[in-house]
Structures are given as C-alpha cells and as structure tokens.
C-alpha cells in the first residue's frame, strides 16, 4: 500500500544540453551509457556519441527499434520482439531472449544483476532474467512507459503519452510515484539514462534528438 505520510515532489524537467539533430538518425529510440559514450537506438543501427561534444563515435548494424542497456561489459538492444546480447568492441550479437512485450516494449536498463525492461502501451515495467527472458516480477503504471533507469538505488521511468511527457522516481516495490519531473510541452521521451552524476539521458523520438536533464538532489 502507498505510504500516506510521503508527498509526491513535483517540478519541472530542467534540460541542460540537446544534441542533435544528429545527422542521418530520424528516430531515437533507447538510449545507454557506457562511462565514456552515448549509446542510442536508431532503427537499423545503434549508435555511439561523445557526450562533450556530440560528435558520433560507433555504429553498429544491428536492429535498434526501442530500449538499450549496458552492464558494465555488454549492450542490451531490444530488436522488434527480442532483446539482444551485443559485444561493443565487434558489434557481434552474442545471445537473444524474448523480450516480456512480445514487441510491444519499450525501455531498457541493467540493474541489480537483471535486465528492467518497460511494456510501454500496457503501462508495466519487468524485472527479468537476462539469461531466459523470464519475469521476475512486474510493476504496474498508470501511463505510457518509455524509458527506465535506476539512479543510486531509485528506480525511474520516462512517460509518453498524448504529447505529454515526464521522468518519474518510484518506489520498486509498490509502483507508487514518489517524483516526477514535466517535460516542456511538445518535448517526449522515448529513451532514459543515468549517467551516474547528476545528468538522465533522454531519448527524443523522431525529433533525431537526446537531450541531457538535470538531475534534482
């Protein structure tokens, strides 16, 4: 049950940085972060960029239509309705799991040892197996998820629906919302990401766009 004592911190998203649109990328689906570069889902390919000066870094040709994870060694790239092991280093996809959605996912993250995949029209979000695909347990929202993360121990999701979009940190357990950032009108997010400091990546759809949001302490 939702603790009555928390208040739910509500303000608006603070976007520090836009890069893009970046060139020959009509959508950006997922997004990650490896510690050096920016990886983001671009249809038929992923793609890399250096976070200072937006310059692209890495393509690799592999289907990238929604949410990417990284664990430290290896990207995760959900494909259609499949989520993919890549090496980075030769872009050989190495293993494949069925993604929870049966196609209808959408962000993706690593955390705790497992892979938090987003169910985006059916407003879930799904700890799973990385090695079977095989839910662990599910969250339930009340919006469009997009976008997952964790943040130093807080689990967030990115929203999209009706042209509007937030960030939101909520408690893993019971679903409930404890903040939520407003993007400004007309901007969404399709993609989320943690940089470890004090920046979310967030994907920006067919506006060819990731744009960096400050995170609030």
Request: glycine share 14%; net charge negative; with cysteine.
């Amino acid at each position: 049950m939702p603790n009555e004592d928390r208040v739910m911190k509500h303000s608006a998203a603070e976007i520090i940085q836009e890069y893009g649109p970046l060139p020959g990328v009509e959508q950006v689906g997922g997004v990650t972060y490896d510690g050096r570069h920016v990886w983001f889902a671009a249809g038929d390919t992923l793609r890399a960029f250096d976070p200072a000066d937006g310059e692209q870094v890495r393509a690799i040709d592999v289907a990238a239509h929604a949410g990417t994870a990284f664990d430290g060694e290896h990207l995760f790239q959900i494909a259609e309705d499949r989520i993919q092991k890549i090496d980075p280093g030769t872009g050989k996809v190495l293993a494949t799991i069925p993604a929870p959605g049966g196609g209808g996912d959408s962000g993706l993250t690593w955390a705790e040892g497992t892979l938090w995949v987003g169910q985006y029209r059916d407003r879930k979000i799904h700890q799973i197996d990385p090695q079977t695909g095989a839910i662990l347990r599910t969250i339930e929202s009340n919006r469009f998820v997009t976008g997952v993360t964790w943040a130093d121990g807080a689990l967030w999701h990115a929203t999209w629906e009706n042209d509007e979009s937030d960030l939101r940190r909520i408690d893993a357990q019971t679903g409930e919302v404890l903040e939520k950032l407003d993007m400004p009108s007309g901007i969404g997010v399709s993609g989320l990401e943690y940089d470890g400091t004090d920046r979310f990546f967030c994907g920006g759809g067919k506006s060819g766009k990731v744009r960096a949001v400050r995170r609030p302490r």
